[in-house]
Nanobody
């Protein structure tokens, strides 16, 4: 049974940083697309960043490019999202998601919401105050 468990959310002032973690279990494939999505109250869910675990290729939404970094630790089956220079508009519930057996070219479609992940975590709240 595949499980994705997020942690690391919290409250921070604008300009601050947070690091989210997503621990994955219950699968054996090593070439997957793991991503972070977020949803603010009253808004649609949007893709933030994604990583191809088979080689480390990454893709970012324009809104977070240069501020957020997605990374992986394959030994721990964990994907991270380092968020710097946080803004109040980054406030949202953040979700980890996975597409198993994918290729790097699918990262863009995953973040764009075209390629829908099969597995989702329960979410972790990020609140940025001004």
């Amino acid at each position: 049974q595949v499980q994705l468990v997020e942690s690391g959310g919290g409250s921070v002032q604008a300009g601050g940083s947070l690091k989210l973690s997503c621990a994955a279990s219950g699968y054996t494939d090593s070439s997957n697309c793991m991503g972070w999505f977020r949803q603010a109250p009253g808004k649609e869910r949007e893709g933030v960043a994604a990583i191809y675990t088979g080689g480390g290729t990454t893709y970012y939404a324009d809104s977070v490019k240069g501020r957020f970094t997605i990374a992986q630790d394959n030994a721990k089956n964990t994907v991270y999202l380092q968020m710097n220079s946080l803004k109040p508009e980054d406030t949202a519930m953040y979700y980890c998601a996975a597409v198993f057996v994918c290729v790097p070219g699918e990262l863009r479609t995953m973040v764009a919401g075209i390629l829908m992940p099969s597995y989702w975590g329960q979410g972790t709240q990020v609140t940025v105050s001004s």
